[in-house]
C-alpha cells in the first residue's frame, strides 16, 4: 500500500500569514491511499475491469492476463509461476481430501443400508433362536474404521509430509520462512484451524482455515492475521514426542485475538512432527 502523502502547510513568500487549505486533489488522493480491500474486493474489482475491457461477464482469468497483473504488483514471472505451481498442488490435495471423504461416506451409508437390512431380516426370521446378523457387522464395522483412519489421518499425514518437503526446497531457494500449523480442539473439540505460518518482511502472518474434525466438509474461508515481529514479546518451543507446540504472546492483549483458541494475548500453534525443523527455524528467526 502507498504511504499517505502529509499534509503541508504553505508558506507565502513573505513569511506572512500561512495557508491553511488542504488542496482538494492532494485530500482526494490521501483518501486513496488510505483505503484498503480484501481479498474479494481485490478478485471482484479485476474481474468488473476485465469486463469493461472486453465487454463481457466472466469469472477467469488467462495465464498470460495473471502474468500482466503481477508484474502491476511489482512481481517477476518466477515468483508468479511459483504461486501458480503451489495453487495448482493445493487445489489438487483438496480435489483428493474431497474424493475421499466421498468415497467414505459412500462405503459407510452402504454399510449402515446394509446392516440395517440384514437386522431387520433377522427379526422376520427369529432374532429370538439365533443372532447372526452381527456376524458381517462386527467385521465390516471394523474394516469401516480402519477406512475412516486411513482418509482421516493417513492421508493428511501423507500431503503434510509433501508439504514440508516444498517447504524445505522453498526455504532453500530463499523463498520465506514458512510451516504448517494445527489449532485443535476448537468449540468443544467439534473443529478444528490448519493453515501455514510464515515470515517475510518483518512480519508474522498466519493463514488458516477452520474445518470440522468429524468429516472434515464444513470449512470456512480462508483467513489471515498479521502481526509485526516487534509485536511479539515471547516465543516458547515446547518439544513433544508426537508433536511441538508453538507458544506466541503479544506485546498486547488483541496481538492474536483473531487467531482461534487465543487466549490472553496468546496463540498456541502446533507442529506436527514432520515439520519440527521448520518449527525450530521458525523459534530462532523470531528470537532473533
Not at 21 to 38: C, I
Not at 45 to 67: C, G, K, P
Not at 247 to 264: A, W, Y
Request: glycine share 6%; aromatic share 6%; net charge negative.
Amino acid at each position: 500500500m502507498v504511504e499517505p502523502i502529509p499534509f503541508r502547510k504553505n508558506e507565502t513568500c513573505d513569511g506572512d500569514d500561512q495557508n491553511t487549505d488542504t488542496p482538494a486533489s492532494e485530500e482526494s488522493h490521501t483518501k486513496e491511499d488510505l483505503r484498503t480491500y480484501t481479498n474479494e474486493e481485490v478478485s471482484e474489482i479485476i474481474r468488473l475491469a476485465l469486463r469493461s475491457v472486453d465487454n463481457e461477464d466472466r469469472d477467469t482469468v488467462s495465464h498470460s492476463e495473471m502474468l500482466v497483473i503481477g508484474k502491476d504488483f511489482g512481481l517477476s514471472p518466477e515468483d508468479i509461476e511459483r504461486a501458480f505451481v503451489e495453487a495448482d498442488k493445493t487445489q489438487q490435495t483438496e480435489e483428493l481430501e474431497k474424493q475421499a471423504r466421498i468415497i467414505f461416506l459412500i462405503h459407510a451409508a452402504t454399510f449402515a443400508v446394509i446392516n440395517v437390512g440384514l437386522l431387520l431380516l433377522n427379526l422376520l426370521t427369529g432374532i429370538d433362536k439365533v443372532v447372526w446378523f452381527v456376524y458381517p457387522l462386527v467385521p465390516w464395522g471394523a474394516v469401516l474404521g480402519v477406512h475412516w483412519v486411513i482418509s482421516r489421518f493417513v492421508l493428511n499425514w501423507l500431503t503434510d509430509m509433501a508439504k514440508e518437503l516444498d517447504r524445505t526446497n522453498a526455504v532453500a531457494h530463499g523463498d520465506p520462512l514458512c510451516t504448517d500449523f494445527t489449532i485443535p480442539d476448537l468449540f468443544g473439540s467439534m473443529a478444528e484451524a490448519k493453515g501455514i505460518a510464515h515470515i517475510e518482511d518483518s512480519v508474522l502472518s498466519l493463514e488458516f482455515e477452520t474445518r470440522d474434525t468429524i468429516f472434515g466438509a464444513l470449512k470456512s474461508k480462508p483467513k489471515e492475521v498479521r502481526v509485526p515481529l516487534q509485536d511479539i514479546t515471547t516465543v516458547q518451543l515446547d518439544r513433544g514426542l508426537w508433536q511441538t507446540k508453538l507458544r506466541l504472546r503479544g506485546r498486547e492483549l488483541h496481538c492474536f485475538t483473531e487467531v482461534p483458541g487465543s487466549s490472553g494475548g496468546e496463540a498456541v500453534l502446533v507442529i506436527a512432527r514432520q515439520s519440527r525443523l521448520a518449527a525450530e527455524r521458525f523459534a530462532r528467526v523470531l528470537t532473533e
